[in-house]
């Protein structure tokens, strides 16, 4: 039997401010408390090009963002590190990054869009679900 411990060494988190987002944090500790696992936390700024000047304002929001999550986690007593990712395609950074860092699980909050608003904008975590490499944990 292959013990938890080794089905789960990177747990990636993505978040974004979103109260969906805060309680994927919230999971993620505690999946990586009880299987002793690294988490990493993770912010994608997608700016675009006309916002381009308020840029280091978006990262300075970010970098509080992803603090805040680490501080709850270092608070568990978890392996902690954090990252701010800049990409067009928050999607792609987020899969992209996971397979570079051989994460085992990412957890991401649910936007909880519905019908036509979805088939419109489409969902962060229905790519990141349909495209990462590792199981993903979509959480509401």
């Given at each position: 039997m292959v013990s938890q411990q080794r089905l789960l060494r990177r747990v990636l988190v993505a978040v974004d401010g979103s109260p969906n987002s805060r309680r994927a944090a919230l999971l993620a500790a505690k999946l990586a408390t009880v299987c002793g696992a690294e988490i990493i936390v993770v912010n994608v700024i997608s700016v675009p090009l006309q916002l381009q000047q308020f840029s280091r304002d978006i990262r300075a929001e970010a970098n509080k963002l992803v603090r805040r999550v680490a501080s709850i986690c270092h608070s568990k007593g978890l392996k902690?590190?954090?990252?701010?990712?800049?990409?067009?395609?928050?999607?792609?950074?987020?899969?992209?990054?996971?397979?570079?860092?051989?994460?085992?699980?990412i957890v991401i909050g649910s936007r909880g869009l519905t019908g036509f608003k979805k088939l419109l904008m489409g969902s962060v975590s229905a790519g990141v679900l349909s495209r990462a490499h590792c199981a993903v944990l979509v959480v509401r």
């Open positions: 902690t590190s954090t990252e701010i990712l800049e990409a067009g395609s928050v999607v792609e950074a987020i899969v992209t990054f996971a397979a570079d860092k051989k994460i085992s699980l």
